[in-house]
Nanobody
Framework: QVQLVESGGGLVQPGGSLRLSCAASGSMFTIYVMGWYRQAPGKQRELVAHVTSGGTTNYADSVKGRFTISRDNAKTTVYLQMNSLKPEDTAVYYC??????????WGRGTQVTVSS
């Protein structure tokens, strides 16, 4: 069993930055694919980025060049650095853990609002 707790969301102006953190408890953190998803009102949940146990990353086209995902296995934490934020990045952001493309665990989410 894995528990995921997100933090770092909030209100930011367009062009600003935020860093989300996801602290994971439980065993085997190092073997999981860790990811960030987001869900805007009225829309489906979508993948933002993920990072494999070996450090390979993948990003949605909409965030490439602006967001960076990273993981610290010693701290069992995954991060999402978000720069040049846009109003369309507004959503609840969820941390995930799993294998391959299968998500086995979800966090409760953290709200990110980009608005002037």
């Amino acid at each position: 069993q894995v528990q995921l707790v997100e933090s770092g969301g909030g209100l930011v102006q367009p062009g600003g930055s935020l860093r989300l953190s996801c602290a994971a408890s439980g065993s085997m953190f190092t073997i999981y694919v860790m990811g960030w998803y987001r869900q805007a009102p009225g829309k489906q949940r979508e993948l933002v980025a993920h990072v494999t146990s070996g450090g390979t990353t993948n990003y949605a086209d909409s965030v490439k060049g602006r967001f960076t995902i990273s993981r610290d296995n010693a701290k069992t934490t995954v991060y999402l650095q978000m720069n040049s934020l846009k109003p369309e990045d507004t959503a609840v952001y969820y941390c995930s853990a799993g294998w391959g493309s299968t998500v086995s665990y979800w966090g409760r989410g953290t709200q990110v609002t980009v608005s002037s």
